[in-house]
């Protein structure tokens, strides 16, 4: 019988990474990377551990990805003993390491390995190989370290790639000058600034809903409260005074716009509270811990709660301003005994809040049913908070239907079954309470399910005189396992770029499994690393934004050399940012660079354009479709045509685009002018692009050619209009003159660099 | 030449680089991508998991079937279907279905999903592979194989839509949205209103082009690459988009698979798309088993017909391969609260372009479990016959495309043993 958390790695001894590296593999590469890697640690690890089912055999291994150097090598050599223990020929047939995996022998694990599978092959392999002397070519080589000949991004553009990411503006000439001076070593106090401003909160959550998606819970914002014990709160807005506005219309309007404020900060709860620990730098740990929640002076109200907090409010007209209060323990509506169950249990007269799991915003956005059980309420727990997606590789079995129709409850009778069960089905009694699908307060009426693993967490059960707080007991214990600062730095490198920590190579036969396992293995490192830094920081997440931003896996941004090997470029392939901005990101660095955001994008677009909402669509698009192309062309369009001939109208300092050039500047007639032409192009390759091109550089070249092509083509042309376009060349309700054809060249030029990779990615 | 071009612009997903050669400015205007001519792929998912006893696996017996007994089962040609014209509110019935498409319909029955998680078996039945996450779906596959140059290559609207880097996936939400993004060079979509002059607009394309021809100043990051390609076949091969426009209609059907069908066969008879995912939700019937499906199963099939019909308008309804499908089955009995629960066995149906309808492959018994068939003869064989998995369906489909020697199929291997692939499963002889 095998355990579902099969192999998942604490990482708590990890050493640090410092872009250190295998050594050379022990005792043979046939056996580190065929052996070990395919079979040993995919298939026999999960069980064959410390702690593991088989722990008790004579089989025990030891993980090597969370290792290196020399406590790496000697893990190695262990392994290998131990499989050349296993690999002895025995009197009555095959050796047990043949036999054991197919099932044979009484082998608990029942069939791990399919007979002449690879893996089953690479076995027979190594036996047959025990007795044959090393050669050297055999042992192998130590390979290359694993940054060599990647090149990282230099400091400017660190430091503007951050502050775009983070905090959606470009930076400031003080950082610029500090990162000038002392290099990385300043990244971290200039992030500790930009971690103050509110904008970085906007990320935060933005990057967070990506994660948990609560934003993204069915119906009104309000209406996580049930009627069973808000009915008199949850609506208070319907009989709020605005008696004071005498207009009709806009009585009503203004009541709709406090529904549409009321519904938006109550549905923020559960992201503002992750703002709230960061913001103050409380142990990131109360994202589950916290016994409060975040409520906003309208919110307040819908919890009924308002008249005993709301002195505690700078402003209460100010529906967003978020503080930290406890609700009371839920009592039933109107006192009714028939609503007995109802009647929230507390030994502290509050609701027993666990940071974000106890949020009815959190239970309704995963909601439950009759046969569910709560189990997606768990597997949510276990990827959200632990980093593991139990649905992620689920086993083939022979018969499913089979075990199905063979067990009354094949979930605690079936090993297949209860591989996840085990775990799984515990957590979901601590949810037992919210048992319905509005996130509601509820316990089952018929008790929580007797033909289920009882509540409680990875063999420890769930004390009965905690079973009023059970969301709490969890959390407590979360709080202090090691997979949740693992779990949390891969969120920071999903925010930071857009895409997952990498996951361990399966595919055996994959011809790139040993370059993917490596590209795994030292992300992996990385990530432990930082995780275990966080938590000796007293888990402020602002450590781990600091350290990823310096970690050369997000500032890896070129190479020395092309590559040739097929290995090398596998091992390589997820290396760098990359990053396409998604419908917000752009829009904000539209509006760093130009002044204004362009505002399609978060409206019409956004869902086109790659975007979520959280419900339906719930990831974003990593890679454009032909329709983001168009979007893209419509964007560079529209944005040149905005802001070409505007920048033009306001004096040399005021702007943005061409503080250097002026229209009248026509290319090709005096080699002064195009030199300043070529120095506009600069700039705008700056701006726009965070290039450092010369003035003869080959990119700035190009661009100068399109320049002067447009303006000659023009010049051609009969019957082109002196003046630039109605709709982009007005200013004050009056076309500007164009004479030269240099604003729509100009407006061509923006065009083509906003359609840029360097501008439309990170 | 261009064609070529934008497929290595697509290969890049296997780490290849732009290809270098870079024209004069004004050389000549740049081209269009050419319209893909089919055929087109349409995979229709049932997401949550449908009761294949209340339609073309019916049962009757063993309690497993409130709303009917075996003794109503209904006929059409070689199909059986369980009746239920009674019930249908909105959407089509199993009898009008099987009256208007019974003969083009083929349906194996007795698939096994392997396991019965909604995760892993999505994922399972969108790509046939259990066991890796990496793996494109079918309709990605066949976007990339067959058409990577075309701008809305894959379509999709829900359920699983991995891709395996070979081809972006593209969602259009709603039909404006292709107005929207049909004349992207004209402010507000208006074609007498340029942005820029002809040629200036000229110049900046190619200018691009020839920017993404040259050689890179600095070596590149596998990954900096391939986007930089993907970033150049999307906005390149965008302007085919404007083709969409003239078919674009202006009835919006509320109805899920209209919308979603209606978006998907605009962009087939533009040629700017090969594949699409169809979707709708709300299968997985754990209470109320037959009032859900009741709703569901109808709602579905009329989003088939839907399809079928506005293709017939449209002239390419015979260049259509429709998989209609689900992530599995529902048990063979009914749970406390009147729903059913997951099923590891179910089946699957197809139509359309180069299938043989009118037949029936495989079956479940009395206790909804699979006979196993011979994979040579598609005959039910308890003995020597095989289990029926994503994988095997996955192998014939790739054949059935022409696509199962493409570089991208071998990149993402079914490794069906040969003595396992299925014979002519769609029935061309």
Redesign the interface.
């Known amino acids: 019988m095998k355990v579902l958390l099969m192999a998942l790695p604490t990482f708590a001894m990890v050493t640090p990474l410092a872009c250190a590296d295998d050594l050379q593999p022990q005792p043979d590469r046939f056996f580190a990377e065929e052996v070990w890697a395919k079979v040993g640690e995919l298939s026999c690890l999960e069980c064959h551990r410390e702690g593991g089912e088989a722990e008790e055999s004579s089989f025990v291994l030891r993980q090597t990805i969370p290792l290196q150097g020399k406590s790496l090598n000697e893990a190695n050599r262990e392994n290998y003993a131990a499989f050349r223990k296993m690999a002895r020929p025995r009197k009555d047939g095959l050796p047990k390491l043949l036999r054991k995996p197919i099932g044979e022998l009484d082998h608990e694990g029942q069939v791990v390995l399919t007979p002449q599978s690879s893996g089953h092959l690479l076995l027979g392999e190594f036996v047959r190989r025990l007795g044959d002397e090393k050669k050297q070519e055999e042992r192998g080589s130590p390979p290359k370290p694993f940054f060599a000949g ?2 990282m991004v230099n400091d400017q553009s660190l430091l503007r790639r951050l502050t775009l990411s983070l905090a959606g503006r470009l930076p400031r000439p003080g950082e610029r000058d500090l990162i000038k001076k002392d290099g990385l070593d300043e990244i971290g106090p200039v992030l500790d600034r930009i971690m103050t401003e509110d904008a970085f909160y906007q990320r935060l959550k933005e990057g967070f809903n990506d994660i948990f998606l609560t934003n993204g819970y069915d119906g009104n914002g309000e209406l996580i409260l049930s009627y069973n014990h808000f009915e008199k709160s949850r609506l208070w807005y319907q009989k709020y005074d605005l008696s004071h506005i005498k207009d009709e219309k806009e009585r009503k309007e203004a009541l709709y716009a406090m529904t549409r404020e009321y519904r938006k900060a109550i549905r923020n709860e559960p992201l503002e509270l992750i703002a709230h620990v960061v913001r103050n730098d409380l142990p990131f740990t109360e994202i589950m811990t916290s016994d409060y929640m975040m409520v906003t002076p309208y919110s307040a109200r819908g919890y009924g709660i308002y008249e005993r907090i709301k002195e505690r409010f700078k402003d209460p007209d100010d529906p967003f301003e978020y503080l930290p209060a406890k609700l009371p323990a839920l009592k039933a509506r109107n006192d009714n005994p028939v609503n007995g169950p109802l009647v929230q249990e507390s030994k502290t007269r509050f609701y027993p809040h666990a940071g974000i799991l106890s949020t009815f915003q959190y239970l309704r956005r995963y909601p439950t ?4 059980r709560n189990r997606l309420r768990a597997r949510m727990y276990y990827q959200h908070f632990l980093g593991i997606d139990v ?7 022979a ?4 075990i ?2 063979k067990y009354k409850t094949p979930w605690m009778e079936a090993a297949d079954c209860v591989v996840c069960h085990r775990t799984i089905d515990p957590v979901s009694g601590l949810f037992q309470d919210f048992y319905n699908d509005e996130g509601h307060f509820g316990p089952r009426q018929d008790g929580w399910f007797k033909d289920m693993f009882v509540p409680g967490l990875e063999g420890n059960d769930l004390p009965k005189e905690d079973k009023w707080r059970a969301l709490q007991w969890l959390a407590k214990r979360t709080a202090k396992d090691p997979r949740f600062a693992i779990a949390m730095t891969e969120h920071v490198w999903y925010v930071l770029t857009g895409r997952k920590a990498l ?1 361990p190579p ?2 055996i ?1 994959d011809p790139f499994f040993s370059a993917r396992r490596r590209a795994y293995k030292m992300q992996r490192l990385e990530i432990a690393d930082i995780a275990k830094r966080f938590a000796q920081a007293n888990f402020n997440l602002k450590l781990v934004f600091k350290e990823l931003a310096k970690s050369p896996f997000y500032r ?8 040739g090997q ?1 290995d090398r ?2 091992e ?5 940012v ?1 990053r ?1 901005l998604g419908p917000e990101q752009l829009e904000r660095k539209i509006e760093a660079i130009f002044g204004s955001p362009w505002g399609k994008l978060k409206k ?2 956004e ?2 354009y ?1 975007g979520i909402d959280s419900k ?2 719930t990831e974003r ?1 990593g ?12 964007m560079a ?2 944005l ?2 905005k802001h070409v001939v505007a920048d033009f109208a306001l004096a040399p300092d005021k702007r943005r685009l061409f503080p250097k050039v002026e229209k009248n500047m026509v290319p090709g007639v005096l080699p002064v002018t195009d030199l300043k032409i070529r120095k506009g192009i600069v700039h705008l390759h700056a701006r726009l692009l965070d290039r450092r091109d010369s003035v003869d550089g ?2 700035v070249d ?2 100068f ?2 320049f002067v ?2 303006v000659a ?2 010049q051609k ?1 009969k019957g ?1 209009d002196k003046r630039e376009t109605y ?2 060349g007005r200013i004050n309700g009056k076309q500007v003159d164009d004479p030269h054809y240099t604003l ?2 100009w ?2 030029v923006v ?2 660099l906003l ?1 840029h ?1 360097e501008f ?2 990170e | 030449m261009r064609r070529d071009f934008i497929k290595l612009c697509c290969q890049a997903g296997l ?1 290849l680089s732009l290809p270098i050669g870079a024209p004069a ?2 050389s000549g205007k740049s081209k269009e991508a050419d319209p893909y001519e089919g055929p087109y792929y349409v995979v229709f998912n049932a997401s949550g998991g449908w009761d294949t006893t209340y339609l073309m696996d019916p049962k009757g017996v063993n309690e497993i079937n409130r709303l009917y007994k075996e003794g109503d089962i209904l006929t059409h040609g070689k199909h059986k279907f369980a009746p239920n014209a009674k019930q249908v509110g909105k959407g089509m019935s199993n009898e009008d279905f099987h009256k208007t498409y019974g003969n083009e319909l083929l349906v194996l029955n007795g698939m ?9 078996c999505k994922r399972y039945m969108a790509t046939g592979k ?5 793996y494109p779906t079918f309709a990605a596959l066949v976007a990339a194989c067959r058409g990577p140059e ?4 894959f379509l999709t609207f ?1 359920n699983y839509s991995a ?1 395996g ?1 070979l081809v ?6 709603y039909l404006p ?1 292709l107005n ?3 004349n ?2 004209s ?1 507000q979509g208006i074609s007498r ?1 340029p ?3 002809d ?3 000229d ?2 394309e190619k ?2 082009e ?2 993404a021809n ?1 050689p890179k ?8 690459e391939h ?2 390609s ?2 150049y ?6 302007k ?2 404007k083709r969409v426009e003239a078919k674009v209609s202006g009835e919006v059907g509320k109805v899920r698979l209209h919308r979603q069908s209606e978006i998907a066969l605009s962009c087939f008879k533009a040629g ?1 798309c090969v594949s699409a995912n169809l979707s709708i939700g709300q299968f997985d019937s ?2 109320k088993n037959d009032r859900d499906q009741m709703k569901l199963i109808p709602e579905f099939l009329d989003g088939i017909d839907y399809l079928m019909k506005r293709a017939e308008e449209l002239k390419i309804r015979d260049k259509l391969v429709v998989v209609i499908q689900s992530e599995m089955g529902r ?2 009995h009914y ?3 009147d ?1 059913k ?1 997951h ?3 179910g089946s699957i149906m197809f139509m359309g372009n180069g299938i043989t309808g009118n037949r029936v492959i495989g079956e479940t018994d009395d ?4 006979t196993p068939i011979s994979p040579k003869t598609l005959a039910l064989d308890k003995e020597q016959g095989i ?1 029926v998995r994503p994988e095997h369906l996955h192998q014939a489909l790739r054949e059935h495309a022409k696509i199962d020697s493409h570089p991208f199929c071998k990149k993402f291997p079914m ?1 069906v043993k040969e003595e396992e692939k299925l014979i002519d499963l769609f029935g061309q002889g």
């Open positions: 990647v090149t049913t009759e046969t569910n649905m992620e590789l689920a086993d083939q079995v018969d499913a239907a089979a199905d129709s996951r399966k595919d036969e890896a941004d070129g190479l020395d050399a092309a590559i097929p470029k596998a390589l392939h997820d290396l760098g990359s396409l019409e677009m869902i086109l790659g339906s669509v698009l890679e454009p479709s032909g329709a983001m192309g168009a979007i893209q062309r419509i369009n529209d040149s045509c080959p990119e190009r661009t050619k399109l092509a447009v083509e023009a042309r082109i709709h982009c729509r060249a407006r061509a065009t083509y359609r990779q439309l990615y | 780490g400015l004004l096994d999903y392997s396991i019965n998680n909604h995760s892993p259990l066991d890796s996450l990496a075309t701008p809305l290559a829900g891709t880097n972006p996936m593209a969602r259009i939400p949205s929207l993004v049909a992207a060079d402010i209103l942005y820029h002059d040629f200036a607009q110049l900046i200018t691009l020839q920017k040259s100043q600095k070596h590149q990051l596998p990954r900096t986007s930089a993907m970033l076949a999307a906005q390149s091969s965008s085919a988009l700017v754990h209470a048990t063979p749970n406390k609260g729903g629960d099923w590891s066995i206790g909804q479990f699979l289990r490794k």
